[in-house]
């Protein structure tokens, strides 16, 4: 029975938990994890002697524009949030698919001379001169996805579904194309390509600064979605265009046109056989534009040489996969992505998972394999530079299972040379063209977060300014392995732990594609931690199906992604409570979001033995109803494998609930819809199995602070009053 009655009870316990717990979890969401005030979306100019970065304050989401100056450690404030924020349904769409939450100044983009930056605030754009901090209104309103062209003197800008230039030394507009309507988008990605292709693209500028190419987008077959907001009833219901499982998707092609506006000339190829773009890169030098497409499986990618002058592709490359493709990583949507040209144009760098991990190749022109460049027990993570002149490159990569770290090797591979010792999670950011500098953003294994700024040998030059609060809780986190399958694992006990006690265990999890739980960066952990602090002991395990181990690994889940997930995580916390005396294993909830959400009921259900409460967030129910190119990949289609869907689904098994669950779930949500949530309740009602329900206002992501510390609360109190939590002398 589904009842607002225990939703009622719920809040009162959430409100009734203590004070320490409510204020714990109230730091954690009004300084989002204590992140705000970091560093964010570091840049060095390419002349190394400027840093651009981010920043809001250490309990706002307003982000600002500064500038280092390394050689002082002066950080000046560049450009500030002027006026009220005015967000079209299709940018904050363009957010939700981004996970951007943050507001302010939320981007910028530099020309190629590092002396121009584009700052986007909303639906408005600044022009601003990096070494006077001049800055500049562009004309107009209402635009969103802007580019800057290399040599900063033009912006190609999206406004009512069309592509427009604007020449920023006098504020003349262009608009490249016509007839743009709700379903018929240019210069934007579409929705599979922006929520699980990770291409937030749809416009690109030839390195002359004189041709775009652009995506138009037909959504037109798509079904229709209409999301309603319970709290402003008279408010129209908004129409999204959402592409469920074996439904038709947005149809695309890729236009080229002068910067000044004319005729479009299409570029070709099967994109009846090759449906997604994952990829479009228009790389500087003599390399050509180049495009990398996939079928719609996602089985098979093929990477095409495009001839501008006529639209022509040729095939350089075909990878293909029975399970499935992973697309190349390093697809940072600023020209950084894979492949990347030589810039002599006599070949390009590509990676691949062969012999069961990702590596780093070298091709010639024509596709084939001249070698590889990352030797075998050094898994790639990212290509983060390359220097033709030095012979080098510079990539992320995995030490272990758990960490990144930065290297450098050349071109004809060798010996890595290791940049960052620090243990834990690094990431590297290089201007185009300036190989001497970068940015290094850490998560470390110490609990620290720091960006900085490292020469081309790793040495720290300076350290940005982070005016972020530090953590009020310490992680105590202990990282082992797990079961016969050596799964990677995580143990987060309470600050007051005591030997000789038995704890009640949570599992966090996610267990599914795409995403790792288990990875040296305790500051990651910080909301497990507070939980932990109030008498649990958190694990969080990676099994079968999960990224970061090899290809076998990830892929074992195909075509069912839950049998398998579910016995690792079983066994997983078996394994464990056998070395660790401490962890009742009588006493065991389990709480995830989104796919996690939905693991989450289907241990509550199916394994009762071992689960004995459950806290579901956002839960895909039905895969059926979640969208094409996330569930085909895996599953394939509905109409190609209803057995895999079946066995996939929650409510297959919803008549043997028998465990107290509580599922939580935004009524805006447009990424995992309501209606999962209510096809799941209705099971249970059906059923005559009793549930509980705790509906939010929002969308997939819990932005508003209030919000986010209740659900904290609320999931805390329910596990706290299911588990009955308190700690018990052996």
């Given at each position: 029975?589904?009842?607002?009655?225990?939703?009622?009870?719920?809040?009162?316990?959430?409100?009734?938990?203590?004070?320490?717990?409510?204020?714990?979890?109230?730091?954690?969401?009004?300084?989002?994890?204590?992140?705000?005030?970091?560093?964010?979306?570091?840049?060095?100019?390419?002349?190394?002697?400027?840093?651009?970065?981010?920043?809001?304050?250490?309990?706002?989401?307003?982000?600002?524009?500064?500038?280092?100056?390394?050689?002082?450690?002066?950080?000046?404030?560049?450009?500030?949030?002027?006026?009220?924020?005015?967000?079209?349904?299709?940018?904050?769409?363009?957010?939700?698919?981004?996970?951007?939450?943050?507001?302010?100044?939320?981007?910028?983009?530099?020309?190629?001379?590092?002396?121009?930056?584009?700052?986007?605030?909303?639906?408005?754009?600044?022009?601003?001169?990096?070494?006077?901090?001049?800055?500049?209104?562009?004309?107009?309103?209402?635009?969103?996805?802007?580019?800057?062209?290399?040599?900063?003197?033009?912006?190609?800008?999206?406004?009512?579904?069309?592509?427009?230039?604007?020449?920023?030394?006098?504020?003349?507009?262009?608009?490249?194309?016509?007839?743009?309507?709700?379903?018929?988008?240019?210069?934007?990605?579409?929705?599979?390509?922006?929520?699980?292709?990770?291409?937030?693209?749809?416009?690109?500028?030839?390195?002359?600064?004189?041709?775009?190419?652009?995506?138009?987008?037909?959504?037109?077959?798509?079904?229709?979605?209409?999301?309603?907001?319970?709290?402003?009833?008279?408010?129209?219901?908004?129409?999204?265009?959402?592409?469920?499982?074996?439904?038709?998707?947005?149809?695309?092609?890729?236009?080229?046109?002068?910067?000044?506006?004319?005729?479009?000339?299409?570029?070709?190829?099967?994109?009846?056989?090759?449906?997604?773009?994952?990829?479009?890169?228009?790389?500087?030098?003599?390399?050509?534009?180049?495009?990398?497409?996939?079928?719609?499986?996602?089985?098979?990618?093929?990477?095409?040489?495009?001839?501008?002058?006529?639209?022509?592709?040729?095939?350089?490359?075909?990878?293909?996969?029975?399970?499935?493709?992973?697309?190349?990583?390093?697809?940072?949507?600023?020209?950084?992505?894979?492949?990347?040209?030589?810039?002599?144009?006599?070949?390009?760098?590509?990676?691949?998972?062969?012999?069961?991990?990702?590596?780093?190749?070298?091709?010639?022109?024509?596709?084939?394999?001249?070698?590889?460049?990352?030797?075998?027990?050094?898994?790639?993570?990212?290509?983060?530079?390359?220097?033709?002149?030095?012979?080098?490159?510079?990539?992320?990569?995995?030490?272990?299972?758990?960490?990144?770290?930065?290297?450098?090797?050349?071109?004809?591979?060798?010996?890595?040379?290791?940049?960052?010792?620090?243990?834990?999670?690094?990431?590297?950011?290089?201007?185009?063209?300036?190989?001497?500098?970068?940015?290094?953003?850490?998560?470390?294994?110490?609990?620290?977060?720091?960006?900085?700024?490292?020469?081309?040998?790793?040495h720290v030059l300076a350290t940005l300014p982070s005016v972020a609060e530090t953590p009020t809780l310490t992680p105590h986190v202990e990282y082992t392995r797990a079961g016969t399958r050596d799964m990677d694992a995580m143990i987060i006990r309470p600050a007051t732990f005591k030997p000789g006690q038995h704890y009640p265990v949570v599992l966090s999890v996610y267990a599914g594609p795409g995403y790792k739980e288990v990875l040296d960066a305790p500051r990651l952990d910080l909301e497990s931690q507070c939980m932990a602090d109030h008498g649990f002991i958190v694990v969080s395990l990676d099994g079968?199906?999960?990224?970061?181990?090899?290809?076998?690994?990830?892929?074992?889940?195909?075509?069912?992604?839950?049998?398998?997930?579910?016995?690792?995580?079983?066994?997983?916390?078996?394994?464990?409570?056998?070395?660790?005396?401490?962890?009742?294993?009588?006493?065991?909830?389990?709480?995830?979001?989104?796919?996690?959400?939905?693991?989450?009921?289907?241990?509550?259900?199916?394994?009762?033995?071992?689960?004995?409460?459950?806290?579901?967030?956002?839960?895909?129910?039905?895969?059926?109803?979640?969208?094409?190119?996330?569930?085909?990949?895996?599953?394939?289609?509905?109409?190609?494998?209803?057995?895999?869907?079946?066995?996939?689904?929650?409510?297959?098994?919803?008549?043997?609930?028998?465990?107290?669950?509580?599922?939580?779930?935004?009524?805006?949500?447009?990424?995992?819809?309501?209606?999962?949530?209510?096809?799941?309740?209705?099971?249970?009602?059906?059923?005559?199995?009793?549930?509980?329900?705790?509906?939010?206002?929002?969308?997939?992501?819990?932005?508003?602070?209030?919000?986010?510390?209740?659900?904290?609360?609320?999931?805390?109190?329910?596990?706290?009053?299911?588990?009955?939590?308190?700690?018990?002398?052996?």
């Amino acid at each position: 029975m589904a009842l607002s009655l225990p939703g009622l009870l719920l809040a009162a316990a959430a409100h009734a938990a203590p004070a320490a717990g409510g204020q714990c979890y109230a730091d954690l969401a009004a300084t989002r994890n204590f992140t705000l005030g970091l560093p964010r979306h570091a840049q060095p100019t390419p002349d190394g002697r400027t840093v651009l970065f981010l920043r809001s304050g250490p309990r706002d989401t307003t982000l600002h524009l500064w500038r280092l100056d390394p050689a002082t450690g002066t950080a000046t404030e560049l450009a500030r949030p002027t006026g009220t924020e005015t967000l079209s349904v299709e940018e904050k769409a363009r957010r939700e698919r981004a996970r951007m939450s943050l507001t302010g100044i939320t981007d910028f983009t530099q020309s190629d001379d590092g002396q121009t930056a584009l700052v986007s605030q909303a639906d408005r754009l600044m022009r601003i001169d990096i070494g006077t901090g001049k800055v500049s209104d562009v004309p107009g309103r209402g635009w969103i996805a802007p580019r800057l062209s290399p040599d900063g003197t033009h912006v190609a800008v999206v406004r009512d579904n069309d592509v427009h230039v604007v020449t920023l030394a006098n504020g003349q507009t262009v608009r490249l194309t016509h007839g743009g309507t709700d379903t018929l988008t240019h210069g934007l990605a579409e929705f599979a390509a922006a929520e699980e292709l990770a291409r937030p693209d749809g416009l690109w500028w030839s390195p002359d600064g004189q041709t775009i190419l652009y995506e138009e987008a037909d959504s037109s077959g798509v079904e229709k979605h209409y999301i309603t907001d319970p709290q402003h009833p008279a408010t129209q219901p908004v129409e999204f265009r959402y592409p469920r499982a074996g439904t038709a998707n947005a149809r695309i092609r890729l236009g080229l046109v002068a910067r000044n506006g004319g005729p479009t000339r299409w570029v070709q190829w099967d994109s009846t056989g090759f449906p997604y773009l994952a990829r479009a890169v228009w790389p500087k030098g003599r390399g050509p534009l180049t495009l990398v497409v996939l079928n719609r499986a996602q089985t098979e990618e093929r990477v095409l040489r495009v001839d501008p002058a006529t639209g022509r592709t040729t095939t350089l490359l075909t990878e293909r996969d029975p399970a499935w493709i992973n697309i190349s990583p390093s697809g940072d949507g600023r020209g950084r992505s894979l492949p990347r040209w030589l810039p002599d144009g006599s070949g390009f760098l590509w990676a691949a998972e062969r012999n069961g991990h990702w590596q780093l190749e070298l091709r010639h022109a024509d596709g084939t394999l001249d070698h590889a460049i990352t030797p075998a027990g050094l898994p790639f993570v990212s290509l983060d530079d390359v220097d033709a002149e030095a012979g080098t490159v510079t990539i992320t990569a995995n030490p272990d299972r758990i960490r990144t770290a930065i290297y450098r090797l050349s071109l004809q591979g060798g010996t890595p040379v290791l940049l960052t010792p620090e243990a834990g999670l690094h990431a590297a950011t290089f201007a185009d063209g300036g190989h001497t500098r970068f940015i290094d953003s850490l998560s470390g294994a110490d609990g620290s977060a720091v960006t900085t700024l490292r020469d081309a040998d790793g040495h720290v030059l300076a350290t940005l300014p982070s005016v972020a609060e530090t953590p009020t809780l310490t992680p105590h986190v202990e990282y082992t392995r797990a079961g016969t399958r050596d799964m990677d694992a995580m143990i987060i006990r309470p600050a007051t732990f005591k030997p000789g006690q038995h704890y009640p265990v949570v599992l966090s999890v996610y267990a599914g594609p795409g995403y790792k739980e288990v990875l040296d960066a305790p500051r990651l952990d910080l909301e497990s931690q507070c939980m932990a602090d109030h008498g649990f002991i958190v694990v969080s395990l990676d099994g079968r199906g999960t990224p970061g181990r090899d290809h076998d690994w990830e892929r074992a889940t195909k075509n069912n992604l839950i049998d398998l997930p579910l016995q690792d995580q079983v066994d997983g916390l078996i394994a464990l409570g056998k070395r660790y005396p401490e962890l009742d294993l009588d006493h065991v909830g389990i709480h995830g979001w989104s796919f996690g959400g939905y693991f989450t009921a289907m241990a509550t259900i199916r394994r009762p033995d071992i689960f004995k409460a459950g806290v579901a967030g956002a839960p895909p129910a039905d895969f059926a109803d979640y969208d094409t190119a996330y569930t085909e990949r895996y599953l394939g289609t509905p109409q190609d494998d209803p057995d895999g869907y079946r066995v996939s689904n929650v409510l297959t098994y919803a008549a043997s609930l028998s465990r107290p669950l509580l599922i939580m779930h935004g009524l805006t949500d447009d990424n995992v819809y309501f209606e999962n949530t209510m096809k799941m309740t209705q099971a249970f009602i059906t059923a005559g199995r009793p549930y509980n329900l705790l509906l939010l206002p929002g969308t997939h992501m819990l932005t508003d602070p209030i919000l986010r510390a209740h659900v904290d609360e609320a999931r805390e109190a329910f596990l706290a009053t299911t588990l009955k939590a308190s700690a018990t002398p052996h």
